[in-house]
Every structure is written in structure tokens, then in C-alpha cells.
């Protein structure tokens, strides 16, 4: 058999010749994207009736040379990618899940005015558990990254760089609604803050506008939680407290350090070229992308081929990312794809995880209160059936998880404060509820 090298160019009409064939064609183009251009000759011809059809990417004069040159760039980026990594390591004990989303917000922190938003960074642990040493570390290696305690408004707005806010408790108390309204706006790019400064002149003292921008990388931790509003702007790690010494007797000498010498004199600015600095035009691209997909009276799949970040794009496609959420990680996936593809898959899958991980967190919350609401609209406080209860709840709510059961049930009960009492019978186990307690509580939420 014959090979037949087939341009994209080409692909509308052969998949026109063979429409069964079009699943299996595009899994193949995918494949020889997946590994460069022009690589043919180590993938298999592709075979439609007898003929050998291998597609081809056809490749621009000088796509090549940038190409090579790019991809030295990025190794550069992927080499302090790995030594924030080892740094990392050295210092702080986390989930290994976590370091490589660490380590590229600190990376995306020197690009961070390049993207329209920038997730704030949120760890989230019990006393002792070293989230004050990781915050000083992620700030350190940060651009122009500095440590507070406490927060004004003021500070927020008229400084600059990176900042980290440790023992974040104080925001929800009154008198800090200011702080609270620019800490929701700082993620996004645009928002600016407008005060009124003297100004003294030979006329006499005016009075002029003097505006600030907002939008800033910020990192915080703290023990008891953030609410709402915030934690939507946030990517949250839950930190639990290590006990290897190898880590927790280690001492921080961060300017003393050499790899961390050699990851704050890295030259992030000469690195624009081969990464983000073009991020306004990827991002009308992935619009235009958006666009293309969802429009069900597109048939041109080849265009949709030629994007420039195709396989980063039908990835996050594919994801279950979307709305805030993909607001938040689409800066990070570009970046993270730019550094290395390997990373890109470790941080995709990752930010999958935890937005399926909060929506089964905001499931539950909404359940709690659905369930508070449910008893307390129930008659008369006796004793009662747990799995009856569980049912007639279910059937109210219309939910069937593997995981929302009766073993849940009591779980929650116990949680709210909404068991007077329990005892097991040979049959199951029976309840009495605080009917009052729970009256009291849905006003609370209404």
C-alpha cells in the first residue's frame, strides 16, 4: 500500500469521503500534534479503505526557527519551575498535589498584570500545621513580595507587588467593609479605588482626584476559614500538620539559601516573549475557539485545528471548568502549559478535582439547610425511623449520590445540633430531632 500525504487543507474534504470515518481521523490528528510537527515518520499511516492517508501539518517559513527558540525559553522557565519545587520541599511539607500549583502561581506572579484576573492563594490549617512558614516562603520568592499581619485598606491599595496576609481573621468584623469590597475586587484587572488628596498651588489648596489600581497576586492564610464571596476568589489548600522532623526542625534562612538565590535573580522579564506576554491575543483566541465549538451550525473542524493553543484549548473544553472557576485557573493552565505539558496535566487535573471537591461542598451546605428547614416544618417531636426520616428527606430534595445515605444523615444531625436523642433497636436506629431548635435556626436563612 501507497501513502497519500494529506495537508489539513485537505481534511474537510476527506472527512466529507469518509464521514464515519471523522472520530478516528481527529483522534489521529490529535496524535501527531501530541508529538510536533512534521513527525510523521515515527506514527503510523492512517488507514481508510485500503489507502494510507497521513495527515501532514504544514508548517509557515520561519515557524521552525521560533519554534526552537520558544522552546529554549521555556526550558529556562521549566528549570526554575523545578527549582521552586525542590525549594519548596526543602522547607514545607503539603500535599505533593500541591506543589506544582504552588510553584506556577509564584511563577505566574511576575506575569500576573499580563492576564485580566489572578487567583488569590488561601491556605487553610490548624495551629502548628506551618502555613505561616509557607505564606513567608511564597511570598519571599514572589515579585516584590512582602509579609503583614494585619491589613487597611489603605496598605491594599497603595502598595505594590505581592502580598501576603497572615492570620487573616479580622476582614468580616465591622468597620472593615471597605477592606472586605476591594479584597473581592483585587483578583480582577480594571477595578480601581479613587481618593481626594490636597493639592497646594499659588491659588490656593485644591482639592484633586488621586486614583489607585487594585489588582495585585495575595496569598493569606488562617485558621478558622473565610467566607462566601471571598473563597470563590480563591484556590484554597487545606494544610494538615506535619511530623517529619526532616522539615519541621529545619530553620528559615530564605536569603541565605542558594537555590532560592538563583530563582529571585531568574530573569522572568526576558522570559515574556516565550510565554505570556502575547496573553491578551490567547485570550481572544480561546473566545473565538468558544465560539466555534458551541456553535452547532459550525462545520469548518479544520480552522478549529489550526488554533495555535488547540491542545490546551480542547483540553479545558473537555474539563469541567467553567464560569468563576475557569476565570480563576485559565491564567495558570495557559501558563502552565507554556512551561511544560506535563505540568499543564498535573494542574488541570488538579483544579478538577477541587472545583468537584467545593461543588460537593456547596451540595452539602445547601443540603444543611435544607435539612434544617425540613424539620423544621416536621410535626411533632417523637420518636422516630433514622432511615424513614432519611427517606421522606430524599424524596423532598430529589438527590441520589452514592455518598448522601443515612450514615450521612446522622453525621449531619449531630453536626447541626439537631439531635435530642438516639437509641438502636434491633430494627434501626431511632431518633428524636429539636424540632425548636431547627425553627430557630432556618430564620437565620431566610
Known sequence: MGKCYVSFGEYQRVVE?????????????????????????????????NENIL?????????????????????????VYNLIIEVLKNYVDIEEKYYPLVAVWIIGTYYHRDFPTYPYLYFNAMKGSGKSR?????????????????????????TIGTLGI?????VDKKGKETLKELLNSAYKKGIKVKRMRKVKSKEGENQEVEEFDVYR??????????????????????????????????????????????????????????????????????????????????????????????????????????????????????LAKEINSEVFRKIIDLFQEMISEKKKEDIVESLDISLIDFISQTPVSKWISLTDFFRDFQ????????????????????????????????????????????????????
Open 217 to 334: 497576586p495575595i496569598v493569606m492564610a488562617n485558621i478558622a476559614g473565610i467566607n462566601d464571596v471571598l473563597s470563590d476568589r480563591c484556590l484554597s489548600l487545606v494544610l494538615e500538620k506535619s511530623n517529619n522532623p526532616k522539615i519541621t526542625k529545619k530553620v528559615e534562612i530564605y536569603e541565605n539559601d542558594t537555590k532560592i538565590k538563583k530563582i529571585k535573580e531568574f530573569p522572568f522579564e526576558s522570559c515574556r516573549e516565550c510565554s505570556v506576554d502575547a496573553a491578551v491575543e490567547v485570550y481572544k483566541e480561546w473566545n473565538d475557539y468558544v465560539d466555534k465549538v458551541y456553535n452547532t451550525n459550525y462545520t469548518n473542524y479544520t480552522e478549529i485545528q489550526h488554533y495555535t493553543n488547540y491542545t490546551l484549548f480542547s483540553e479545558v473544553i473537555k474539563s469541567e471548568i467553567d464560569g468563576r472557576s475557569l476565570e480563576l485557573t485559565i491564567p495558570l493552565l495557559f
Open 17 to 49: 469521503k469518509f464521514p464515519e470515518k471523522k472520530e478516528a481521523i481527529d483522534s489521529f490528528i490529535e496524535a501527531i500534534r501530541e508529538r510536533g510537527i512534521d513527525k510523521e515518520v515515527s506514527i503510523p499511516c492512517h488507514s481508510i479503505n
Open 55 to 79: 495527515f501532514k501539518i504544514e508548517t509557515p517559513l520561519g515557524v521552525e526557527e521560533e519554534k526552537q527558540e520558544e522552546t529554549k525559553e521555556n526550558e529556562e522557565l521549566f528549570k
Open 166 to 170: 497572615d492570620e487573616f481573621e479580622s
Open 134 to 158: 509557607l505564606m513567608r516562603l511564597v511570598t519571599y520568592l514572589s515579585k516584590d513580595g512582602s509579609m503583614l499581619n494585619s491589613l487597611t485598606d489603605a496598605v491594599l491599595f497603595r
Open 395 to 446: 424524596n423532598s430534595i430529589q438527590l441520589n449520590e452514592e455518598w448522601f445515605n443515612t450514615k450521612w444523615m446522622g453525621k449531619a444531625l449531630k453536626r447541626l445540633g439537631l439531635l435530642k436523642d438516639k437509641k438502636r433497636m434491633n430494627y434501626g436506629i431511632l431518633v428524636i430531632l429539636d424540632i425548636e431548635k431547627a425553627q430557630e435556626k432556618i430564620k437565620m436563612f431566610r
